[in-house]
C-alpha cells in the first residue's frame, strides 16, 4: 500500500524537499498543508498529482513539519487532525525538541531533522535523529525523504542536532558572508564586481570540491597552498592572529547552538 505523506509548510525548506520529492519521482501520495500558496506553485503541485489542504483524507502514514519554529505553536492543533497512532512524524523546525513534538502530535513516533539551504539544489547535507519509539523501517522511510535534498546522516543524541543546527544549519550564512566580504575586498583592491564575484564563488566552490575529494584534511590543504613568507603566508597572519578567526567561529556556533535550545524552550 501507497504510504500518505503529508507536509505542513510550503516554504523555502518546504519547496526545496517537494521539488526534489517530485524530480526523483518518489511513489509516495503527498499533500501539502499550507494557508498561503501562489498559484503558479499551485499549478506545479497539481499537474503533478498533489493535494493542496485536502478536508477528507483522515490521518497520514507520515507528516513533515516544515514551519518556521516560532509558528509551531499555531499549528499543533492541525498536527493532531493528521496524525493516527501509527503516524511518523518528522520536523525539519530548529530547537523543536522530541518529547514537544510527541506531546504536540500524541504520536509516538519521532524524527528531527535538520537540513540547510543547498538542498534546494540537492547538494544539502541532513542530519537527524529518531525517539525511542522509532524502528529502522522508520529511519530508511526518512532517509528516502531527505535523500533528494543531499547527503543524510544519522546522530544519536539529540543534543547533537542542536550543535548540527549551529554547523551546517545555519552554515551556508557563515560562507556567504565569507564571500561577500571577499568579494567586497576584492573590489577595494581594484577589482570590478562582475570579475570579483566570479574569482571568489569559483574559488570557494573549488576549495570544498578539493577538500570533499582529495582525501586530505582542511589543515593539510591549507598549509599546502601556504607558502613561507609568502602572500597566502601574509594574510593568514592577519587571520589568525592571537587565534582570532577559531575563536570568533568557536563564539559564532555557541551562539547558534544555544539560540537553538532556547527555541526548545520557548
Known amino acids: 500500500?501507497?504510504?500518505?505523506?503529508?507536509?505542513?509548510?510550503?516554504?523555502?525548506?518546504?519547496?526545496?524537499?517537494?521539488?526534489?520529492?517530485?524530480?526523483?519521482?518518489?511513489?509516495?501520495?503527498?499533500?501539502?498543508?499550507?494557508?498561503?500558496?501562489?498559484?503558479?506553485f499551485q499549478k506545479f503541485l497539481l499537474s503533478n498529482g498533489w493535494k493542496i489542504n485536502p478536508t477528507t483524507e483522515g490521518v497520514f502514514d507520515i507528516v513533515i513539519c516544515a514551519v518556521k519554529p516560532q509558528i509551531f505553536p499555531l499549528v499543533g492543533e492541525n498536527l493532531k487532525k493528521l496524525c493516527g497512532d501509527e503516524t511518523l512524524v518528522v520536523s525539519i523546525m530548529a530547537g523543536i525538541n522530541l518529547s514537544t513534538l510527541q506531546s504536540a502530535s500524541r504520536c509516538g513516533r519521532i524524527i528531527r531533522a535538520m537540513p540547510n539551504t543547498p538542498g534546494q539544489i540537492g547538494a544539502g547535507i541532513t542530519a537527524y535523529i529518531g525517539n525511542s519509539g522509532c524502528a529502522s523501517e522508520d529511519f530508511a522511510y526518512v532517509e528516502k525523504l531527505l535523500s533528494p535534498l543531499g547527503e543524510v546522516v544519522r546522530v544519536y543524541a539529540e543534543h547533537d542536532i542542536d550543535a548540527v543546527t549551529a554547523v551546517s544549519g545555519s552554515g551556508p550564512a557563515y560562507i556567504f558572508l565569507m564571500a561577500e566580504a571577499m568579494i567586497a575586498a576584492s573590489q577595494n583592491e581594484g577589482l570590478d564586481k562582475e570579475t570579483s564575484e566570479k574569482l571568489v564563488i569559483e574559488t570557494i566552490l573549488g576549495s570544498a570540491k578539493l577538500l570533499k575529494e582529495s582525501g586530505q584534511s582542511a589543515q593539510e590543504l591549507r598549509k599546502a597552498v601556504t607558502s613561507p613568507n609568502g602572500t597566502t603566508a601574509a594574510a593568514l597572519d592577519v587571520l589568525t592572529a592571537n587565534a582570532a578567526l577559531f575563536e570568533l567561529m568557536r563564539n559564532a556556533i555557541r551562539a547558534a547552538a544555544h539560540r537553538s535550545k532556547e527555541l526548545g524552550k520557548n
Open 1 to 40: 500500500m501507497t504510504q500518505k505523506v503529508a507536509i505542513i509548510g510550503g516554504g523555502r525548506m518546504g519547496q526545496a524537499m517537494i521539488y526534489g520529492w517530485i524530480k526523483a519521482g518518489l511513489d509516495f501520495e503527498f499533500s501539502l498543508f499550507d494557508p498561503v500558496i501562489n498559484d503558479e
